[in-house]
């Protein structure tokens, strides 16, 4: 028998939001059953979409040395790339593992 686990569990073991666990149902990336008012999500599937995510948690200081990084590396008379273009990469790069 399949164990079915509801949003705040399946959340819970991808180390996520829930509601990002419903953007993934809502968006087709993992499949879910209604039961009632719940959504309920195979434990496998769950368990297989964590595992090709990558890490989700980035220290601050490690951001920080990033941003040190990336603004000293951006060449003289170009536009110096601000924390926003950093979080918008940085979003971007997961969005892609």
Do not use: F, N, Q, Y
């Amino acid at each position: 028998m399949e164990e079915l686990l509801d949003v705040r569990h399946a959340a819970a073991l991808a180390g996520r939001h829930p509601e990002t666990v419903r953007r993934w149902v809502w968006s087709g990336r993992l499949a879910a059953r209604r039961r009632g008012d719940k959504l309920l999500i195979a434990r496998r599937d769950i368990e297989a979409l964590a595992a090709t995510l990558a890490p989700s948690a980035t220290d601050l200081a490690t951001w920080a040395k990033r941003a040190r990084e990336a603004r000293a590396a951006s060449a003289p008379g170009r536009r110096k790339r601000t924390a926003a273009d950093l979080v918008l990469a940085d979003r971007r790069e997961r969005s892609t593992r």
